[in-house]
């Protein structure tokens, strides 16, 4: 979808609230997409439905991931809970939130060595969120975990390539985290994790 133009459409409702919906056919297999998102009157939430369709009686790939952005000041805290992280790739398997370094991961000022990108590892908590110590708020992405099993977070962190990034892409200079949810085979993750840390593993198959 990185190139193709996505239809789009609003709509307020007879209960106040108002939706916009985006979505797009794969022109690979021909599949469709479409996401709703709605606010309702009185309510700090952003609902989002989503509905994935195969016209086809052929079983095809896809990936899905449901990713929200919050700005974040440098004493933010991300609240994942799980115990052990992925890097991409798998290269890397880390505790969480203290790193092997013995560095608070989850407060952005911490995250110096360059852009922060980890996967949980199955977590059955439906949540992943950030709090804002400053302003006593936060934000908190929810899933369920039986239709987005894993959850990552995007950081560009907090060193001198961070602040680069902080200007290229906002108009005041401010970071911002993802939350995502997402569709993830976990079976090369499980083992890579077994191999670190000796964990039985059961492979789904």
Known sequence: MSISPVD????????????????????????????????????AVLEQQV???????????????????????????LVHPTELMGTHGFTRIEPWPIDQQGRDMSVIRNQTDGPVSLFTYRTREPFVGVYH???????????????????????????????????????????YVELQAGLYS????????ARAWSIPVETRR
């Not at 950081?155 to 200007?167: I, K, N, Q, V």
Request: charged content about 20%; cysteine-free; overall charge negative.
């Open 8 to 43: 789009f459409a609003t709509a307020q409702h007879p209960d106040g609230s108002g939706s916009i919906w985006v979505g797009n056919t794969d022109q690979v297999y021909g599949s469709r997409w479409r996401v709703e998102l709605n606010l309702q009157p009185g309510r």
């Open 186 to 193: 976990d079976r090369n993750l499980s083992h890579a994790l």
């Open 51 to 77: 509905d994935l369709y195969n016209p086809s009686d052929v079983r095809h790939r896809y990936y899905w991931w449901s990713n929200a952005a919050a700005q974040v000041w440098d004493d933010s805290r």
């Open 133 to 175: 110590a400053r302003t006593n708020s936060g934000t908190v992405h929810v899933a369920s975990p039986a239709e987005l099993p894993v959850h990552k977070v995007w950081s560009w962190g907090a060193d001198r390539d961070a602040a680069m990034w902080r200007t290229a892409l906002s108009d005041d200079d401010s970071a």
